[in-house]
């Protein structure tokens, strides 16, 4: 699919039939993240890959309720996703990346006493976010359907179910899958993207 193509027909889907991802393209999507670009060339996130009810069933205990499941009339279609992929962040290895010789006179290292209070931007989130948005894409060239979900809920039970390192931080989901026949529209479709001439401000604001 060309790039323009991929652009113009990805979508959040929230809907999933529940048939199994296959490996060699679940393997291509993740590949497809790695090439994501990174402050430092830190790489400083990881996913960790729930395949499947049994490991997925996780994630969905730690965030998210037996009220919001109740109410949510997206439930029934979320909960078949095959693949969810949680991705987390370690502010840790930026603070170091930026405290060695090349990076320090940023003073964002450890030398500058602050940790990460020092980042004005969080590089580590931005970079996270890159590796999300090519698994959107990549998903999406590979005929899946896939939606993010945000870090709402659950990050400390969450990280713990998970076996993840203390200090990294969660940014929040992939959810992979064959799109499921009812999908539910989200009401902020109401709202209409602003046009490039709103978005873009050449010479000044």
Known sequence: MELSDVLRRRKMVRSFSGRPVPGEVLERVL??????????????????????????????????????????????????????????????????????????????????GDGVEAWTVPFWFVDAGFAVLLMLLAACDAGLGACFLGNFRGETELAFALGVPRGHRYLGAVLLGEPGVEDPPSRSLTRKRRATSELVHRGHF
């Open 31 to 112: 590949g497809t993240a790695r090439r994501a670009p990174s402050a430092g060339n830190t790489s400083g996130w990881d996913a960790v890959v729930l395949e499947g009810p049994a490991q997925t069933e996780a994630f969905w205990d730690a965030t998210t309720t037996a009220g919001w499941r109740a109410r949510s009339r997206r439930w029934p279609g979320l909960v078949l996703a095959p693949v969810v992929i949680c991705v987390f962040t370690d502010p840790g290895a930026y603070v170091d990346r930026y405290g060695e010789d090349d990076k320090a006179a940023s003073g964002l290292g450890p030398l500058s």
